[in-house]
């Protein structure tokens, strides 16, 4: 158990709908990552928070938007949902950052949240 | 941006015998290099990291080796045990500014036979 959680494990829905996922870090961490791991395209990184703020992008669709919260969890919000959106989504955090990537820059993944889109 | 390859996607050794994984990457600034193992609908778990100022580590029956002139590192795991069958990820990252955006390597599937 890596201390961080996702909620919820898994999720079924249809086409063109919204949803959001959830994410509790690991006491004391600041940084909170969201992945999305599909068959085709590995894991992605999506999207960067550091207590509060975004500092880092990937490959996030327009359609996806996330926010850390003042007490660090984290949600992802999926909207107009399409059936290649399936699939797990990690969300990892890690204690903060250094400039010279020290050992609090180790990313702890979370259970993750499988989205089926039907 | 960064981009890193992997290889094999898939690697069959004997119970007992070594298992070599191996990646590129193609940002000379990456400074920090996971390795993660993940089991069947299972998180990603870190077994192994290293920054680059340094060019290998060791932690019991797994090592990593960097090079950072061939912009290549990889994963050795000695005497193998059934448990170690799973997929492994490589990944490079350049934190610094407050970012760190890990770029994952397409995963290798180990496969130890008994």
């Known amino acids: 158990d890596s201390g961080v959680t996702q909620t919820p494990k898994h999720l079924i829905t249809a086409t063109g709908q919204r949803v959001t996922l959830r994410c509790s870090p690991r006491?004391?961490?600041?940084?909170v990552y969201w992945y999305q791991q599909s068959l085709d395209q590995g894991l992605q990184f999506l999207i960067q928070?550091?207590?509060?703020?975004?500092?880092a992008k990937g490959n996030i669709l327009e359609r996806f938007s996330a926010q850390q919260f003042p007490d660090l969890h984290s949600e992802l919000n999926l909207s107009s949902l399409e059936l290649g959106d399936s699939a797990l989504y990690f969300c990892?955090?890690?204690?903060?950052?250094?400039?010279?990537?020290?050992?609090?820059?180790?990313?702890?993944f979370g259970p993750g949240t499988r989205l089926t889109v039907l | 941006g960064e981009n890193v390859e992997q290889h094999p996607s898939t690697l069959s050794v004997q119970e007992g015998d070594s298992a070599v994984i191996k990646c590129t990457y193609s940002?000379?600034?990456?400074?920090?290099f996971p390795w993660y193992k993940q089991e069947l609908g299972k998180r990603p778990q870190l077994i192994i990291d290293?920054?680059?100022?340094?060019g290998e580590k060791k932690d019991q029956r797994i090592a990593v080796t960097l090079n950072k002139t061939a912009k290549h590192f990889s994963l050795h795991i000695t005497e193998t045990q059934p448990e170690d069958s799973a997929v492994y990820f490589c990944?490079?990252?350049?934190?610094?500014?407050?970012?760190?955006?890990?770029?994952f390597g397409q995963g290798t599937r180990l496969t130890i036979n008994p």
């Open positions: 990944a490079a990252s350049m934190t610094g500014r407050g970012a760190q955006k890990l770029v």
């Open positions: 928070y550091y207590n509060g703020e975004e500092r």
């Open positions: 940002d000379s600034a990456s400074n920090y």
């Open positions: 990892a955090s890690s204690v903060s950052l250094s400039g010279g990537a020290s050992v609090r820059d180790t990313q702890y």
């Open positions: 006491s004391g961490d600041l940084s």
């Open positions: 290293i920054r680059s100022n340094v």
